[in-house]
């Protein structure tokens, strides 16, 4: 692949951390990087990747740690010593290209948007990951069968038909069928068990998707949990994971994991929150 030779300046200011650096970025390289379009691009992680530099979120890539180094910097440590993640809701690889950093580590990346499934194939292919990274073209669910997703845009990864947030809904969008998998089955299916790292962010289906992993959570197989959480599932998916031993943690700025101490009307239970297990695992709950 041929990459672009980004504009003056950027590939070495990237490298420092400063208060509103995405910002600042985006003030000064935005629309010349826009004009590129659709290219091949060194990203933050030093990973090759095809991004549209039209799109907001694939320019945040090239300008550093996506959704915060603290997160990036707690992924990579939790990481260093490889492991099995589980990447639900990939897209394009917004979160892979820090998950290959890690060269110990194997991806099963879900995705089920056709778009985004053709688009995250040849990325992988180009950079010769086959042999580390596998893409399961289906969603995750309560049970197995066919369902129905609603979907925002190529670039989108879509959101349950049967779930609606107010931006979603007013946005046009198109439905499509596709298969339903539980993390239970996955993991059977491809012989895992043990999950280092599940990343859950599938735009409102999180409960559903917890759901259908309930003999691995009772059983504490996955090691450590970064789930989207949305005012109004917060609830149900604090208090489903808390049931099977898993306590809230908000990463810091600095990559540290703080526990969440207060969870009244799940304060503090909203973006994107850290799950991690204590001991022992709460066995009666494992035929749930």
């Not at 550093?64 to 180094?69: A, C, Q």
């Not at 890690?102 to 194939?121: F, G, K, M, N, Y």
């Not at 908000?250 to 297990?277: F, H, M, Q, S, W």
Request: hydrophobic residues 40%; negative net charge.
């Amino acid at each position: 692949m041929n990459t672009i030779k980004l504009p003056f300046g950027l590939e070495t200011i990237r490298k420092f951390q400063f208060p509103h650096k995405h910002g600042i970025l985006r003030r000064i390289y935005d629309s010349r990087l826009a004009k590129k379009g659709i290219a091949w691009v060194e990203t933050s992680a030093g990973i090759n990747w095809k991004l549209d530099l039209n799109v907001s979120n694939h320019r945040s890539l090239v300008y550093g740690d996506y959704e915060g180094p603290g997160q990036v910097s707690w992924i990579r440590d939790w990481l260093s010593k490889g492991g099995v993640i589980v990447d639900s809701g990939a897209n394009i690889g917004q979160m892979l290209i820090y998950y290959l950093v890690s060269p110990q580590t194997r991806i099963l990346c879900i995705e089920p948007v056709p778009a985004c499934v053709d688009w995250l194939s040849e990325c992988i292919s180009a950079g010769g990951y086959q042999d580390r990274v596998k893409i399961i073209t289906s969603l995750f669910d309560a049970s197995e069968g066919v369902t129905q997703l609603k979907v925002a845009g190529e670039g989108d990864t879509g959101e349950w038909s049967s779930i609606h947030t107010d931006w979603f809904e007013r946005l046009e969008t198109k439905t499509i069928n596709c298969d339903a998998i539980t993390f239970d089955s996955l993991l059977q299916n491809e012989q895992i068990s043990k999950i280092r790292f599940w990343k859950l962010d599938v735009e409102g289906g999180e409960l559903r998707a917890l759901a259908g992993a309930k003999k691995s959570l009772a059983q504490q197989s996955v090691e450590a949990l970064l789930v989207e959480i949305h005012p109004d599932n917060s609830i149900p998916v604090n208090d489903l994971l808390n049931s099977f031993g898993y306590v809230a943690h908000r990463i810091t700025a600095t990559g540290v994991a703080n526990k969440i101490t207060t969870t009244d009307n799940c304060e503090g239970l909203v973006g994107n929150c850290l799950y991690l297990p204590i001991e022992p695992p709460v066995a009666k709950n494992a035929n749930m």
